[in-house]
């Protein structure tokens, strides 16, 4: 299949006609065409970098036929909606527009102690490329391809870095990139390396374009 990389945390998969849209959030500028192009979107959390509400909601207004996935804490909103929208939790199997979405994961990763932890879900897709949303969970399944986040107020580092090798997955993707300039997103690479800290590169993939997973 292709994963088309968009801004920050939003990736589409595209595979035998059939097209996902996954975290079209406010800080992806053309998350419009992006989930106008989608059959179905799935989204992680209901950060506001991750789920565009008013965005969504005007997408099932228009469009009957698409579906939304993501946790109770999103979809719920729209409960009147049960044909559009589907709540989903750790341990679903899902059959979403051809693709095949194996969902784990139940919390966003630690901000502050102040700040409550809301509900998080990760996406593997077809087996091979793992969506975490804002989370270091490690999927109960082997990750052909792992879209890692690199910035953000509760990444870290370190924790990438375990995260990757508990993971040990075959390509490592960046995502959820932000706040970080270009020399920001190399040194992480760096970091993220066989020369340093973990045995598979990162991939860093302009946004629009395509690569094949």
Request: overall charge negative.
């Amino acid at each position: 299949m292709q994963l088309i990389k968009h801004a920050h945390a939003c990736v589409s998969l595209v595979k035998d006609g059939g097209r996902i849209a996954v975290d079209p959030g406010t800080f992806t500028p053309d998350a419009k065409e992006v989930v106008a192009a989608a059959d179905a979107v799935l989204i992680t959390h209901d950060h506001f970098d991750h789920f565009d509400e008013d965005l969504i909601a005007r997408a099932l207004d228009a469009r009957p036929g698409l579906r939304v996935y993501g946790p109770l804490r999103v979809v719920g909103r729209w409960a009147a909606r049960r044909g559009q929208v589907v709540a989903v939790a750790d341990g679903d199997r899902l059959d979403v527009a051809g693709f095949d979405v194996a969902v784990s994961g139940d919390l966003h990763a630690a901000i502050h102690r102040d700040i409550p932890r809301v509900t998080n879900v990760g996406y593997l897709v077809d087996g091979r490329v793992h969506h975490p949303g804002d989370a270091y969970h490690v999927p109960p399944a082997p990750v052909d391809t792992l879209l890692l986040p690199t910035s953000g107020p509760w990444t870290q580092l370190g924790r990438a870095v375990d995260y990757v090798r508990e993971v040990a997955p075959n390509r490592l993707v960046q995502i959820h990139e932000i706040m970080l300039s270009r020399t920001g997103q190399e040194s992480m690479a760096r970091f993220l390396s066989p020369a340093a800290l973990t045995e598979v590169p990162l991939t860093i993939v302009p946004e629009g374009e395509a690569i094949t997973v």
